[in-house]
Every structure is written in C-alpha cells, then in structure tokens.
C-alpha cells in the first residue's frame, strides 16, 4: 500500500483541464513544502514536471501547475493535450526516517 | 545534458545477488545525492535509497534495509546498488535519479535496469 494516495484515474477531452489529488499526512504532505509530481509514459522513465509544490523545471509547460491544502497536493493540467495521456505520480519528503514517499499514480486518458 | 545510464540488472535467483551501476554524466556528480527508485512490473514508483554527495550519508526503505547497499565513487562519476539477499519481491526496474537537495526532488532519471528474481 502506498504511502500516499491518488486516485487510480482520471480523464478530460482535449483543450479540457483535469486535477489530480494527493493525499498524506502531517508526516509527509503536510509537513513539508517538497511535494513533486512526476509524469511517465508507457515503458519510459519518469520525468519531473513540479517540484516544491509549485515549481516547474525548465522546459515544462505552464499547462502544468501544482497546488497543496492541509495533507492534500493537486496538479492541474490546463489544455489537455494528446500526449499529456500518461500516469502521474506525487512524491513528498517524509522526513528522517522514510526519507520519501509516492502515491500509487493516477492514469490519465486524454478522451 | 544529464545522462544517467544503468546496468547491470538480470534474472538472479532467490537469495541471490547482483550489483547494479549508473553511469551519470553531464553535471557535477559529487555535488549531488543521489538515489535508487524501483518499479515493480506494472506497478507504481517505490523510492529505495538515497547517498550523499560526499558518499558519507545514506538511507534506506525499510523493505531493503540490511539487504541493500548504496554506495558510489565520485572519481569514476558512477553509483552503485549491491543487492544481496534478493527476494521475489524485488523484481523491478531500478532507476537511478539525480536527486536535487536532500529533500528532493529526482530532477533526472535514467532508463533503468530490469531486475528479476526467481528460480
């Protein structure tokens, strides 16, 4: 069982927006500002769209943007483009012990 | 460019062992933690390990803690994973990631290596 949680999937029309959740505790998300969210297509590496809740690296669209509440973080993707369809994953330091954590990742279709 | 490449994965029996390298180019290595993140096939993204920059700093999950070591040499710019003990369960890709501060994030990945145990 993972650490945090997210919802299996999620799904929007091109040109739509789609939010995924995720959920920890006061221990991970919470507790800290270093939620990052990872976005992996089938048979590839993961890759870094934001870091510390809201940041985005160089190179990623500003469709994508990132947000936390209380133990909830949430990435927004705006303008739903085809190959946005993927799955995405959250992460969140958790401190000393478990270092860091991920949710299960939500699949994205893009309709 | 950051370019990390892995290796060394393979069909090892249980309770056996393997050691996996990465390669890491295109930034400075030493200044830099780094860290092992697994994949089992078909599911979702399990973090590992993380090492220092200097190498003296390590961490483990818990479901590898005294099975699995990092380590890495900073004049080689590579690092390493030495699986011992190997269980069912840690069939998976490994992905080596250049982790960015000590509370992350993995601002870089490799291509991963598959590793599969079973007799």
């Known amino acids: 069982q993972s650490a945090l949680t997210q919802p299996p999937s999620a799904s929007g029309s091109p040109g739509q927006s789609v939010t995924i959740s995720c959920t920890g505790t006061s221990s991970d998300v919470g507790g800290y500002n270093f939620v990052s969210w990872y976005q992996q297509h089938p048979g590839k590496a993961p890759k870094l769209l934001i870091y510390?809740?809201?940041k985005r690296p160089s190179g990623v669209p500003d469709r994508f943007s990132g947000s936390k509440s209380g133990n909830t973080a949430s990435l927004t993707v705006s303008g739903l483009q085809a190959e946005d369809d993927a799955d995405y994953y959250c992460s969140s330091y958790a401190g000393s012990n478990n270092r860091y954590v991920f949710g299960a990742g939500t699949k994205v279709t893009v309709l | 460019e950051v370019q990390l490449l892995e290796s060394g994965g393979g069909l090892v029996q249980p309770g056996g062992s393997l050691r996996l390298s990465c390669a890491a180019s295109g930034f400075t290595f030493i200044s830099y933690a780094m860290s092992w993140v697994r994949q089992a096939p078909g599911k979702g993204l399990e973090w590992v390990s993380v090492i220092s920059g200097s190498g003296g700093t390590t961490y483990y999950a818990d479901s590898v803690k005294g099975r699995l070591t990092i380590s890495r040499d900073n004049s080689k710019n590579t690092l390493y994973l030495q699986m011992n003990s190997l269980r069912a369960e840690d069939t998976a890709i490994y992905y080596c990631?250049?982790?960015?501060?000590?509370?992350?994030?993995?601002?870089?990945w490799g291509q991963g290596t598959l590793v599969t145990v079973s007799s």
């Open positions: 990631a250049k982790t960015n501060s000590g509370y992350g994030p993995f601002d870089s």
């Open positions: 510390e809740v809201n």
